[in-house]
């Protein structure tokens, strides 16, 4: 039940552009995604609901693609400071409250 | 403004041992949920509170109860620990409606010998 990320850790340099993937075997009503420094507590970087919309966040975008059940985080000209773990959480309808979340992608961006 | 607090911020129990950990928002958020993360798990919901008074399990509920003791306090008990709960516990709390985004506390890292 726990959406699938792929891939499971990606190293790039600063500047180049890197795409972290989830997929669910369920329908999805919405998808977050968190970013987690080492050592440090998760934090929301943004949603996308049902509807195929797409988000941004400085050079961090995301796509949402409810037929495949599918999501997509785009890192464009990557920096030092994006580096952490990603996380897709992923909610079923938007009544229950609950995330699920998927097991992350390690991502570093080196000088 | 502290966000969400978390205590303790380690802790280390011997098997069958029982502990409380505490979880504090000042948001005013209705929602609540404690999650537990183990490498290579990522985070798996325990239990969560959608309003004071209401408690839900999540996916992995099997040896801790949980309570709303009120609107800001969010509490998770383990009775008999065992070693399987060695983990690092995060609490964190939502607001209502079109508030989106989950604020998760610094953590709690326990381990059970």
């Known amino acids: 039940q726990q959406p699938v990320q792929s891939p499971q850790a990606v190293i790039l340099r600063e500047g180049e552009d890197a795409v972290i993937n989830c997929s669910s075997s369920k329908a999805l009503y919405s998808v977050h995604w968190y970013r987690q420094k080492h050592g440090e507590a998760p934090v929301f970087l943004m949603i996308l609901l049902k509807g195929g919309e797409q988000k941004g966040h400085d050079k961090i975008s995301a796509s949402f693609n409810e037929k495949k059940q599918q999501s997509s985080l785009y890192l464009t000209a990557s920096q030092l400071s994006y580096s952490g773990t990603y996380f897709c959480g992923t909610e079923k309808n938007g009544a229950t409250n609950k995330l699920i979340f998927g097991t992350g992608t390690l991502l570093a961006v080196q000088p | 403004n502290a966000g969400v607090t978390q205590t303790p911020k380690f802790q280390v129990l011997k098997t069958g041992q029982s502990m409380t950990l505490q979880c504090a928002q000042d948001?005013?958020?209705?929602?609540m949920y404690w999650y537990r993360q183990d490498p290579g798990m990522g985070l798996r919901l325990i239990y969560y509170s959608a309003s004071e008074g209401t408690t839900d399990k999540g996916e992995v509920p099997n040896g801790y109860n949980v309570s709303r003791l009120n609107k800001r306090e969010f509490s998770l008990r383990l009775e008999s620990a065992a070693p399987s709960q060695t983990s690092v516990y995060f609490c964190?709390?939502?607001?209502?409606?079109?508030?989106?985004?989950?604020?998760f506390g610094p953590g709690t890292r326990l381990t059970v010998t």
């Open positions: 948001m005013n958020h209705n929602s």
């Open positions: 964190a709390s939502k607001g209502l409606g079109g508030s989106y985004e989950q604020y």
